[in-house]
């Protein structure tokens, strides 16, 4: 089958960030299957343009056999303000309707997929679906414009407004939807009025190649000696440095607890994170440690040299159906969890019993969890253990992209 993906924060190699798709790609070439990715040239965590990108409006490349990627500009603006993001996002859609228009003239495809946020991608795939004559797949990884309004980011009433007509076409189009999670499935069945038999669900995975090989070659003791984490407790947390994940609370229990041998490790960017350096700093707080974002490899490293991974967002209600993307990382690399995030997220960390639930923006019930898990380290590695064996049952990124195709061939008979 030949596929063209629509994904604005697609990665290169090696980049630092969300990799669902960079390892889903993976999986279909090797099955035969061609792709083409239309996405952005600015780094989602860093907001970075690649300096081999200067002056360009498209770059076309094969990034491996099957696997070819169009990078289409994108405004710089990206990681300044609500502004600055939102023509970050138009300036992705008419770049790559004149990418598709003229790069991609006369290739033909058996289907689209689109994957949002953000949501305008789905311009782009109403407009490509068109060009190509083909159905169009759209995959839906946040309820927006809702997280957009639930945390205060979108609050211009005439663009809730143009967000939900939007969103509304862009379903009412697709031929498929795929969703993430099942609240998300809920959500569009009942209160949006899609058809459940036009619903999927294939959730983000964990990617077993790299930790598996990292469990049985990692020496995570040595790391931690290196870092000088060898008589602290570590909570580590990886992921966006954004309004939505409120990581300020975390600050506020380092705050508490650093008399008690903890360390809070921040990995990752994003538009908060300057200021909440500089708040950890003013506070003094010497055990919180903040890097920037790293390759996939890396991340791993920093997980396993750690005792505990969290998974943090915002106490409103639309994320309670959200999976946090970094949960999978920490199941596959046999970490129990501190789930700070209510909901379908709260659920599978308490159905795998793979860690604590932590009530969001509740410093005291986030401290009292940390000490509770402190207290038991034999109870820290059966938690590891049995959400490492859930996410095999469950959440196999190789079974889990196999499927997403078959899906794909069932429902559009391609």
């Known amino acids: 089958m030949k596929i063209l993906l629509i994904h604005q924060y697609f990665l ?31 780094n989602y965590v860093t907001g970075k343009i690649s300096p081999k990108y200067e ?61 949002s946020p953000p949501l305008f991608v789905g311009i782009l795939a109403i407009v490509a679906s068109w060009m190509k004559k083909v159905p169009y797949v759209f995959e839906v990884r946040d309820l927006w414009p809702e997280s957009a309004i639930d945390t205060g980011v979108l609050k211009n009433k005439w663009i809730i407004r143009l967000s939900y007509w939007l969103e509304k076409t862009i379903y009412k189009r697709a031929a498929l939807i795929n969703v993430l999670t099942p609240a998300f499935r809920d959500k569009l069945v ?50 966006a440095h954004g309004v939505a994940n409120h990581l300020v609370q975390l600050l506020d229990v380092a705050e508490r607890m650093r008399d008690r041998a903890v360390r809070i490790v921040l990995i ?39 005792d505990v991974g969290t998974s943090v967002l915002k106490r409103v209600d639309t994320f309670k159906t959200v999976y946090s993307n970094k ?13 700070v995030i209510d909901g379908v997220s709260r659920e599978l960390v308490e159905l795998a019993q793979c860690g604590l639930y932590a009530e969001p923006e509740d410093v005291y019930d986030i401290e009292s969890k940390i000490a509770q898990l402190m207290r038991d380290r034999e109870a820290l590695e059966s938690m590891g253990q049995r959400g490492y064996v859930y996410a095999k049952q469950h959440f196999d990124r190789q079974v889990l992209a196999t499927k997403y195709i078959r899906e794909i061939e069932r429902h559009l008979n391609v």
């Open 12 to 42: 290169e190699k090696d980049d630092p960030g969300g990799s669902r798709f960079n390892e889903m790609t993976k999986v279909w070439i090797s099955q035969g299957h061609q792709v083409t990715v239309v996405c952005g040239m600015v």
């Open 55 to 115: 002056g360009l409006k498209f770059h076309l490349s094969e990034y491996e056999q099957n696997l070819e990627v169009l990078r289409c500009f994108v405004s710089p603006e990206y990681n300044t303000n609500f502004l600055g993001r939102l023509w970050a996002y138009f300036s992705f859609v008419w770049y790559g309707m004149r990418g598709i228009s003229t790069r991609l003239k006369g290739r033909k495809y058996h289907c689209i997929i689109a994957t």
């Open 327 to 339: 949960t999978f990382d920490y199941m596959a690399c046999q970490k129990p969890i501190l789930m």
């Open 268 to 306: 990752g960017d994003g538009m908060q994170k300057k200021q909440l350096v500089s708040d950890a700093a003013a506070r003094g707080l010497s055990n919180v440690t903040f890097i920037d974002s790293v390759p996939k490899r890396d991340v791993m490293k920093y997980i396993l040299a750690s």
């Open 190 to 239: 009942r209160y949006k009025g899609i058809p459940e038999e036009k619903i999927v669900f294939i959730p983000n995975a964990c990617d077993f190649s790299l930790s598996d090989h990292l469990l049985t070659s990692f020496d995570a003791q040595a790391f931690r000696k290196a870092q000088g984490w060898q008589n602290e407790f570590v909570v580590t947390y990886v992921g």
